[in-house]
């Protein structure tokens, strides 16, 4: 409700050509579909659990072309598709997800979508866990006393302590049961999102010991933290959306004179490459799409160009 309240303050001179009443209407039905994060600030994607199921979803519908069509990709590459939908979305975030994919392998080796996406859903969801995860980590691998209480800050943890975390701290790890009991405690103690402690201590008695990034892999690909979390479907589903299969063969078939022109056109090698902000949906009220089109001439040939 805050964040609509501050749209409808921005743009009070466009909503009162129709309307309070549609702007709420509009604004809240993009919440129900979840596409109201899209192109948002990175502080607005993470404000809620809502939203940061609704940026994993978005990010699987949007790009699992990726993965459906066998290509593999880089670090960069994933961090640039993230700013396709949230562009000042942190570099770190992402590298720490290829990190529990790649484990002692170079940063830039390629990733296939889903092992990418299912390891990006669990250091995105549940990030301010895995930061006290970290510290915990850590603090038995130094035998620190395990009543310290964790306060997890957004530049602290996982990622900074990476170079404490390996050579032999990677390869002996810490006692399984140990681990569980504080991280048992954790949840407990802490009101942010975590894995079900069930789930956890499923992945936990599988093992005598373990590594942290070890521990992280087990997470991402467990089935059961996949569907507790509910933003994605199972892993062999990934390359699965029949509803947006159907939606884009429908907008397809409306243009095909449209797109022969265009790839047939010899402009159209000269074309400016397409912009986050013209893709797309948005929750955006109807008429300000109009004015957008109405101030950037030529923008649909464009799109089709690219997308040909």
Same mark, same amino acid.
């Given at each position: 409700?805050?964040?609509?309240?501050?749209?409808? %303050?921005?743009?009070?001179?466009?909503?009162?050509?129709?309307?309070?009443?549609?702007?709420?209407?509009?604004?809240?039905?993009?919440? =129900?579909?979840?596409?109201?994060?899209?192109?948002?600030?990175?502080?607005?994607?993470?404000?809620?659990?809502?939203?940061?199921?609704?940026?994993?979803?978005?990010?699987?519908?949007?790009?699992?072309?990726?993965?459906?069509?066998?290509?593999?990709?880089?670090?960069?590459?994933?961090? =640039?598709?993230?700013?396709?939908?949230?562009?000042?979305?942190?570099?770190? %975030?992402?590298?720490?997800?290829? #990190?529990?994919?790649?484990?002692?392998?170079?940063?830039? =080796?390629?990733?296939?979508?889903?092992?990418?996406?299912?390891?990006?859903?669990?250091?995105?969801?549940?990030?301010?866990? /895995?930061?006290?995860?970290?510290?915990?980590?850590?603090?038995?691998?130094?035998?620190?006393?395990?009543?310290?209480?964790?306060?997890?800050?957004?530049?602290?943890?996982?990622?900074?302590?990476?170079?404490?975390?390996?050579?032999?701290?990677? /390869?002996?790890?810490?006692?399984?049961?140990?681990?569980?009991?504080?991280?048992?405690?954790?949840?407990? #103690?802490?009101?942010?999102?975590?894995?079900?402690?069930?789930?956890?201590?499923?992945?936990?008695?599988?093992?005598?010991?373990?590594?942290?990034?070890?521990?992280?892999?087990?997470?991402?690909?467990?089935?059961?933290?996949?569907?507790?979390?509910?933003? /994605?479907?199972?892993?062999?589903?990934?390359?699965?959306?029949?509803?947006?299969?159907?939606?884009?063969?429908?907008?397809?078939?409306?243009?095909?004179? /449209?797109?022969?022109?265009?790839?047939?056109?010899?402009?159209?090698?000269?074309?400016?490459? #397409?912009?986050?902000?013209?893709?797309?949906?948005?929750?955006?009220?109807?008429?300000?799409? #109009?004015?957008?089109?109405?101030?950037?001439?030529?923008?649909?040939?464009?799109?089709?160009?690219?997308?040909?």
């Amino acid at each position: 409700m805050e964040d609509a309240v501050c749209q409808l %303050l921005e743009n009070k001179e466009d909503i009162s050509q129709y309307g309070i009443a549609r702007f709420f209407t509009e604004y809240f039905n993009s919440v =129900c579909q979840g596409t109201h994060i899209l192109f948002r600030e990175f502080s607005f994607i993470q404000a809620t659990p809502h939203n940061r199921a609704s940026f994993l979803r978005a990010f699987w519908r949007c790009f699992r072309t990726v993965g459906k069509n066998g290509d593999l990709l880089t670090m960069k590459e994933y961090h =640039c598709l993230l700013q396709l939908l949230c562009p000042d979305f942190p570099l770190e %975030l992402t590298q720490k997800a290829a #990190r529990i994919v790649l484990m002692d392998d170079a940063m830039d =080796c390629l990733m296939s979508f889903s092992d990418f996406l299912l390891a990006f859903q669990i250091q995105f969801y549940y990030s301010e866990f /895995l930061e006290s995860v970290a510290a915990i980590y850590q603090d038995l691998l130094s035998g620190k006393n395990p009543n310290t209480v964790i306060v997890p800050t957004s530049s602290s943890g996982q990622h900074r302590q990476r170079p404490v975390l390996g050579e032999s701290s990677m /390869l002996e790890g810490v006692e399984a049961s140990l681990f569980y009991q504080r991280l048992e405690n954790l949840c407990d #103690r802490h009101k942010y999102s975590c894995p079900p402690p069930a789930l956890v201590k499923e992945v936990l008695s599988n093992v005598q010991r373990l590594t942290f990034y070890g521990f992280l892999v087990a997470l991402s690909k467990h089935r059961g933290i996949n569907q507790a979390l509910g933003a /994605l479907p199972d892993k062999g589903d990934l390359m699965h959306d029949p509803a947006m299969d159907e939606e884009l063969d429908r907008l397809l078939a409306q243009i095909p004179d /449209l797109v022969t022109s265009v790839t047939a056109s010899p402009e159209a090698s000269c074309l400016p490459s #397409r912009t986050p902000h013209r893709a797309g949906f948005s929750w955006r009220p109807l008429h300000h799409a #109009r004015k957008v089109d109405a101030e950037s001439d030529g923008s649909t040939e464009e799109t089709d160009e690219s997308e040909t």
